[in-house]
């Protein structure tokens, strides 16, 4: 079992920058993928990014390459999402998804989910 507590949600500016945390507890990490995933009003869960626990490769969704990035720190058993240049399209909630020995582009599939935070981006 793992499970994910989401922090760093928030209302900036459009341009501005926020920092998302998801902290994770529970069984061993090597195995896991750690994700993000976003989902507006009226609109399907979308990627965002992901992070392979065992050697940090990295995945990112096209609507935010270059603008956000994903990092993990071991100690504290901690995944990151820095986004920057943030755009009013990228208000959502967001929320941190695990799974086990893979990776996905859809939701579906991903084994542990937190509770989301919502970033609001203002024009």
């Known amino acids: 079992q793992v499970q994910l507590v989401e922090s760093g949600g928030g209302l900036v500016q459009a341009g501005g920058s926020l920092r998302l945390s998801c902290a994770a507890s529970?069984?061993?990490?090597?195995?896991?993928?750690m994700g993000w995933f976003r989902q507006a009003p009226g609109k399907e869960r979308e990627f965002v990014a992901a992070?392979?626990?065992?050697?940090?490769?990295?995945y990112y969704g096209d609507s935010v390459k270059g603008r956000f990035t994903i990092s993990r720190d071991n100690a504290k058993n901690t995944v990151y999402l820095q986004m920057n240049s943030l755009k009013p399209e990228d208000t959502a909630v967001y929320y941190c998804?695990?799974?086990?020995?893979?990776?996905?582009?859809?939701?579906?599939?991903?084994?542990?989910w937190g509770q989301g935070t919502q970033v609001t981006v203002s024009s």
């Open positions: 529970g069984r061993t990490f090597s195995r896991l993928t």
């Open positions: 998804a695990a799974i086990y020995d893979g990776f996905r582009l859809v939701p579906t599939g991903w084994t542990y």
């Open positions: 992070i392979r626990w065992s050697d940090s490769t990295t």
